[in-house]
């Protein structure tokens, strides 16, 4: 029997390449048709055909304090009835600059003095990467296998998220000479950062590296990793790029960069890139540092960078609500809810008797069918895979909408509330049941 979605998927795969817009929305790993989503509120998201899901997805993260929140949906609307796009700066983006630059602080310590604002994750890391070039005049850039930074033609090597997804090693259309100027190493293995610098360390420009992993799955770094990173980078005259594109403001008011911080481990990244939450759902991300470095940017410096639709009202005015919104109580409210379900999934898959392992890395967590938690993209790779279609279509069929993908983390979002676990709860076990098989 065909319904709505179906319908649509047909109609879509004629004018659209596979039906979606981003690889990852297609259900390539988990098989079936895709959701159509018409609408999306609190803590849940309404298909095609009426449907309605507890959404584990969060728009891939925005969505921090639930869908459509009505504070956010009012800035907005009220931004639009200013103008939708000026290519002029406007006095939004001088308060957005500051509030990031503000929360990410631990106590004197401010990473972030400059912040430009560009329209996506992609953006964000890709200027990054320019400008750690031009800064230190170097080639190369250092990234982990397993990690996504967007889809921009030197971050696509052994990438994590959709190219994990689809089992690619990277993308066809970039060129030898650019896909040479990125050299993959494994996560979480000090001797093969030690080595790369070793034999490179005069022409690395960067190391870009997630916060925490969460595109193979959740990975967290193993302590001190981060730190090290920010050591070696800082002893060879390179740059550490923090990727925050999907931690940044969803762990922690400071980011995965706060949270570690206040955990002890202190170090100081060049340059953070920000996405997702930042924007509250629309388009908006952003890359900073300390001045001297981003003032290497143009106009100020020789690094290049532009954007038509930078800085765009409606994105900042949801990204300024987001922010204000997106208060202690609200990741203290996360946090917790993640503590539940991820003890509640444990339990249901270890009734099962499927073999798993729930990696966390603050409030992001996910599920691994292996022994333990991945700690690198061989041991995330080498995991049961095929259980996870049956567990992902069994949480659909009793309406919860899970990523499809096993590579994916879970977002809850602050309009997760006692009723949506308990029925997530009250889901889990059945889909352990189906992945057991
Ligand atoms: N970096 C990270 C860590 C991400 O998770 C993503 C997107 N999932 C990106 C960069 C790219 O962001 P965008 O999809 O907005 O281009």
Known sequence: ???????????????????????????GSVGGTPRFLARAEGATVTDAAGSVYLDLVASWGPALLGHAHPEIVAAVQEAATRGLSFGAPTEGEVELAALIADRVRHGEVRPVERVRLVSTGTEATMTAIRLARGVTGRDLLVKFAGHYHGHSDGLLAAAGSGVATLALPGSAGVPAPIAAQTLVIDYNSPEALAAVFAEHGDRIAAVIVEASAANMGVVAPVPGFNRLIAETTHAHGALMILDEVLTGFRVHPAGFWGLQQEAGEEYLPDIITFGKVVGGGMPLAALGGRAEVMDRLAPTGPVYQAGTLSGNPLSVAAGLATLRLATPEVYARIDAAAARLSTALDGALTAAGVVHAVPRAGNLFGVAFAERAPRDYAEAQAQQVFR?????????????????SVFEAW??????????????????????EAAAR
Do not use: C, K, W
């Open 411 to 432: 977002f809850l979002t602050a309009a997760h509330g006692e009723a949506e676990l308990a029925a997530i709860e009250a889901a889990l076990p059945r889909a352990a």
């Open 1 to 27: 029997m065909t319904d709505r979605n179906d319908d649509l998927f047909d109609a879509a795969r004629a004018v659209i390449p596979g039906g979606v817009n981003s690889p990852v929305r297609a259900y």
């Open 388 to 404: 996870y279609a049956p567990f992902f279509h069994a949480m659909r069929e009793q309406g919860v909408a899970l990523p499809p």
